[in-house]
């Protein structure tokens, strides 16, 4: 069972960054593809981005490319989402997950955190 923690959100103006964190139990973490959504009540969970076990390998859904980074730090179990140039439209909550394989579908990974909130103010 993988324990996983996000932190960072909050509330931010139009163009602002905020960095989210996500912290992971379980040792074996750097096993585990992660992955960024997020969830709105109008559009549903959405992808946001995908990293790699060992982080070599990274894919964005195209409105965050160029503003979003997703790394992960194996040795402290935490993998993070950097987010710059925010907009309105990146609203939401912000859940990290973990599972055997990268894609881009919820269904597909095993494990999620509580989720935190970004608010982006125009």
């Known amino acids: 069972q993988v324990r996983l923690a996000e932190s960072g959100g909050g509330l931010v103006q139009a163009g602002g960054s905020l960095r989210l964190s996500c912290a992971a139990s379980?040792?074996?973490?750097?096993?585990?593809?992660m992955g960024w959504f997020r969830q709105t009540p109008e559009k549903g969970r959405e992808f946001v981005a995908v990293i790699s076990g060992n982080g070599e390998r990274t894919y964005y859904r195209e409105s965050v490319k160029g503003r979003f980074t997703i790394s992960r730090d194996n040795a402290k179990n935490t993998m993070y989402l950097q987010m710059n140039s925010l907009k309105p439209e990146d609203t939401a909550v912000y859940y990290c997950a973990a599972g055997p394989s990268g894609t881009t579908t919820p269904v597909t990974y095993d494990y999620w955190g509580q989720g935190t909130q970004v608010t982006v103010s125009s």
């Open positions: 379980e040792r074996t973490f750097r096993s585990y593809t």
